[in-house]
Structures are given as structure tokens and as C-alpha cells.
């Protein structure tokens, strides 16, 4: 059953705790720290992104210096790719990439591996600590949403997503309802049947 926590309410099952930052202990007892989502899994609804080796990140070159290019990733850290003799990588300021977190150093920069460039697409910002939600379990959200618009769809856990295809504008603000309505019961169906409505209308 999907329910709502609240900052205070007790995390009686331990397996909620792995991988999770926003609880606090004392006695032995578990305590959520942020407004969550649970079913079967905490998925915080509000909240900063924190940096997992081997996410997914999407970015925005800001800068080429040297062997390094410095990438925006709408977030406070640092990101940068080392562009060694092996990568002999080529990107200019503006470009759009995609890339996976290989390491943070020091808690303030993030090292980027495996860029590559996304071309003639389009790029939203959403809440990061929404993205879960919208990739949904065993990525069935983003993946109907992908299917149904016929779009390319690469999603950043640093909140950023790019689309791209022709039905770009339907998919960003299917995109926008997930953000906004992520905290709701039955959302993955609910959206099957908007889009499938959307495209109906689309058809006449």
C-alpha cells in the first residue's frame, strides 16, 4: 500500500534504511527526515540531490580548459571530465551531454566518465529528488511515456532530462504531471490513460 511519510513518522522496516540518507536514529528507533513516498521503497518528495557512483547525469559543457571540460550540472558540486590521450574527446561550450559518476572527490567534485554528446533535443530541469518517480519502478513511467510520444527520452539524476522526437512537447509536460503529481496513488496508470486520451485527440 503507498502511503505518505512525514518528517517524525517511525521507519519500522529496516530494508527502507539501505541506500537512504533521510532518516535519523536514536534508541534504536528510525525516524524519516523528509516528506517520502513508500511503497516497498522511500522515495523522497522533496530534498537536494546527492551523487551515486555509476548515475546517470545530464549536463551542459560550461567550460574547455586544458584536458578538462567543466559541465553544469544545475547543481551546486562541481563536475568535471578529464579528457586523457585515450578519450581524445571533442566538446565545445553549450553542448549537451550525457555522462555516469565515476567518483567525488574531496565532497565537492564530481568526476564524470563515458560522455556522450545529445544532439537537436531539448532539455527540462525537473526536482531531482523527483526522478525515481518519474522513471518508475523498473523504469515503467519513463519508458510509457518514451513509447507512447515516440520520443528518446535520457533521464539525469541530477534532474535534468533530455527529449528528443516529434512529440517532444507532449512528453515534457507528461514529464511536468509526473513531478507534480508524484506523491499520488496509481499514478503509472493514470498517465497510460492521459496519454492514450492526448493521443486519440491527436488522431481525429
Known amino acids: 500500500m503507498t502511503e505518505i511519510l512525514i518528517p517524525g513518522d517511525l521507519i519500522e522496516d529496516k530494508e527502507l534504511l539501505k541506500n537512504n540518507r533521510f532518516y535519523i536514529s ?3 528507533k528510525h525516524y524519516c527526515t523528509l ?3 513508500y511503497n516497498n521503497r522511500l522515495i523522497p518528495l522533496e530534498g537536494y540531490w546527492y551523487p551515486n557512483i555509476d548515475e ?3 549536463g551542459i559543457i560550461k567550460e574547455v580548459r586544458n584536458n578538462v571540460f567543466e559541465v553544469d550540472l544545475s547543481h551546486f558540486l562541481r563536475a568535471i571530465i578529464i579528457n586523457d590521450f585515450r578519450n581524445k574527446l ?14 567525488i572527490e574531496n565532497k565537492k567534485t564530481i568526476i564524470l566518465i563515458y560522455p556522450r554528446l545529445l544532439r537537436d533535443g531539448m532539455l527540462i530541469q525537473t526536482k531531482p529528488v523527483k526522478i525515481p518517480r518519474i522513471i518508475g519502478k523498473n ?20 534532474g535534468l532530462i533530455y527529449i528528443k522526437g516529434a512529440n ?3 512528453a515534457i509536460s507528461t514529464i511536468l504531471r509526473v513531478e507534480k503529481e508524484a ?3 496509481g499514478l503509472t496508470e493514470n498517465i497510460k490513460q492521459i496519454l492514450q486520451k492526448e493521443l486519440e485527440l491527436t488522431e481525429k
Not at 571533442?90 to 567518483?103: L, P, Y
Not at 513511467?141 to 520520443?151: C, L, P, R
Open 139 to 158: 523504469n515503467t513511467m519513463i519508458n510509457q511515456i518514451s513509447s507512447f510520444t515516440k520520443t528518446s527520452i535520457i533521464v539525469g539524476f541530477n
Open 168 to 170: 517532444s512537447s507532449m
Open 56 to 58: 546517470t547525469v545530464v
Open 26 to 28: 536514536e534508541n534504536n
Open 183 to 185: 506523491h499520488t496513488k
Open 90 to 103: 571533442h566538446f565545445n561550450v553549450g553542448d549537451v551531454i550525457e555522462a555516469k559518476v565515476k567518483a
Open 35 to 37: 516528506v517520502s513516498l
